[in-house]
């Protein structure tokens, strides 16, 4: 891979939108180290990424909410009236 710059900003226009992420930055740094008479090529991508908020909201906030109101709903239920109809029934 040949960088035309040893610090360069990265292209995003092939990149594809993620529901979940938003990319904030993408650079890349290439290095080239000589050990003896050899030399190596380092390239080193930084990729800044934020999740979105609405990740959040669908995987952690309304599963929590809609727990807490199917417990409060139950809890308010009143348990005598199947225990009446049950036993009308039998007789």
């Given amino acids: 891979m040949t960088l ?7 292209d995003l226009a092939n990149y594809v939108e993620n529901n979940e992420w938003t990319v904030e930055n993408l650079t890349s740094q290439r290095v080239v ?16 990424i ?9 995987t952690m906030m309304f599963p929590c909410m809609l727990v807490s109101a199917i417990a409060a709903i ?17 007789l």
């Avoid at 934020?50 to 669908?58: L, P």
């Fill in 50 to 58: 934020q999740r979105r908020s609405e990740f959040y909201v669908m």
């Fill in 33 to 48: 180290t000589t050990y003896g008479t050899d030399e190596y090529t380092d390239v080193t991508y930084h990729v800044i």
């Fill in 4 to 10: 035309l710059y040893p610090f360069s900003l990265g």
């Fill in 74 to 90: 139950g809890k308010n239920v009143n348990t005598n009236i199947c225990i009446h109809v049950y036993i009308i029934h039998i």
